[in-house]
C-alpha cells in the first residue's frame, strides 16, 4: 500500500486542520509545511516534525512530494496550485477554487496539461449522507430531476474581529456567495451545467436569493444570509418520482413520495459526530476569531475527503470523484451574479 508524502501550503486555521488530519492518516505522511509567515511554518511544522518554509515554489519543486495541498487564503490559491501542477504533483486546493474564474480556469488548464490531478475540499460532498442522496440521484431511480433548493441562513457574529483579518476582506474572500459556497455547490454539483443566472439582494448583502437554470431543464435556487435572526440549513431536491431532502439542523436526510418520509438516514453515520453538526448548526456562527480546534463533524468530514484523496492518488476513483468533479461551475455562478445575472459562458472543464 503506498504512503504518499505530502506538502501543505498555508497554516491558517483549516490548513492547519488538514495538517492534522493528514499527518494521522495512515496513507500520507507529512513532509513539509508552507507559509508566507515562516514563524507560523516553523509552529506548525514541529508539530508534526516536518520541514518549514515561506516558499511554495520549494513545496512545488520538492521531488519527493506526490500530493500539495492548498489552504492559503481564497484569492491566493492559483499560484501555489498551478506550481505544483506544473512540476506533476496532484494538488488539492481548499474551497472555492479560486475567487476569480479565469484562475480556476487557469488552474484546470494547469492540470489538463500535466494529467495530473486537480482536487477540490468541497466538503458537504463528502458527508456519508450526501454522498447516499447523490447516488441516489445519480441512480435515476427518482427519475428526472425537476428543481433543487439550498439555503444557508443565520447570524454571523463579527463582534471583535480584527478589521485586517482576511475573511472580512471581499478582495480576498470573493464575498459572502464565493466564500460560504457550500449549499451553492451541492446545488450546481447536482443539478448539471448551467445555462442562466439572475439574482437579487440587499443593499448590504445581507440575504440573497439566486436562481439558476440548468441545461437539463431543472431550475435551482440558492438563499443565503448573514444577518438572519432564524436559521436554515437545508438541501431539497424534487424530482419526478420523489424528493430528498437534506436538513443540517436536524442531522437526517429524507425520501419523500407525496409529501410521505418513506426512508431516513442520518448525514454522518457515526452519532457523536451527526450530534456534532446538529450543536454546530444551532450555534451562532462567529467570524471573530482565526484560532481554534475543528468541530468533531469537521474532522471527520476532513477524514472522508482524505480517504477520497487517497482512491484518486491509487487511481481508484474516475472521472466523477466528488473532488474532481464540476470543480469550478458554483464559481461560474457567483461570477455571473457580480455581472449581473444572463447565460454563462461555456464551462471550461466542468466535468473532468
Avoid at 16 to 30: G, M, N
Avoid at 291 to 311: F, K, T, V
Avoid at 324 to 339: F, G, P
Amino acid at each position: 500500500m503506498t504512503r504518499y508524502k505530502i506538502g501543505v501550503v498555508g497554516c491558517g486555521f483549516f490548513g492547519s486542520s488538514l495538517a492534522r488530519e493528514l499527518a494521522a492518516h495512515p496513507r500520507f505522511e507529512l513532509a513539509m509545511l508552507c507559509d508566507r509567515d515562516f514563524e507560523r511554518a516553523k509552529d506548525v511544522a514541529a508539530e508534526f516534525s516536518a520541514t518549514p518554509t515561506d516558499d511554495h515554489d520549494a513545496v512545488a519543486a520538492d521531488p519527493e512530494l506526490a500530493l500539495v495541498v492548498v489552504a492559503t487564503p481564497n484569492h491566493a490559491h492559483a499560484e501555489p496550485a498551478i506550481a505544483a501542477l506544473e512540476h506533476g504533483k496532484a494538488v488539492f486546493v481548499e474551497k472555492p477554487l479560486a475567487v476569480e474564474l479565469v484562475d480556476a480556469q487557469n488552474m484546470i488548464a494547469s492540470a489538463d496539461a500535466s494529467g495530473s490531478p486537480l482536487m477540490v475540499g468541497h466538503i458537504m460532498r463528502m458527508m456519508p449522507g450526501v454522498r447516499r442522496l447523490a447516488d441516489l440521484l445519480a441512480s435515476g431511480e427518482l427519475g428526472e430531476v425537476a428543481a433543487i433548493e439550498t439555503s444557508r441562513s443565520r447570524w454571523i457574529d463579527t463582534d471583535g474581529a480584527d478589521p485586517q483579518w482576511w475573511k472580512l476582506d471581499k478582495s480576498r474572500t470573493g464575498g459572502e456567495l464565493t466564500h460560504e459556497i457550500h449549499e451553492l455547490d451541492l446545488m450546481c454539483w447536482l443539478g448539471g451545467e448551467v445555462t442562466a443566472v439572475s439574482s437579487i439582494a440587499t443593499a448590504d448583502d445581507g440575504f440573497r436569493n439566486t436562481v439558476v437554470s440548468f441545461a437539463g431543464g431543472a431550475i435551482g435556487r440558492h438563499t443565503i444570509s448573514t444577518r438572519s435572526h432564524t436559521s436554515s440549513w437545508e438541501l431539497t431536491v424534487d424530482a419526478a418520482e420523489g424528493s430528498v431532502h437534506a436538513d443540517f439542523h436536524t442531522g437526517r436526510v429524507s425520501r419523500l413520495r407525496g409529501g410521505r418520509v418513506e426512508e431516513s438516514w442520518p448525514i454522518f453515520d457515526v452519532d457523536a459526530e451527526n450530534q456534532s453538526l446538529i450543536d454546530s448548526a444551532s450555534r451562532t456562527q462567529k467570524y471573530n476569531s482565526g484560532n481554534g480546534g475543528s468541530s468533531l463533524w469537521m474532522q471527520a468530514a476532513i477524514r472522508h475527503e482524505i480517504d477520497e484523496m487517497a482512491a484518486v492518488l491509487d487511481g481508484k476513483a474516475d472521472s466523477g470523484s466528488p473532488l474532481t468533479y464540476a470543480r469550478e461551475r458554483a464559481l461560474v455562478v457567483a461570477e455571473q451574479v457580480r455581472l449581473g445575472g444572463g447565460e454563462p459562458a461555456a464551462l471550461s472543464g466542468s466535468a473532468k
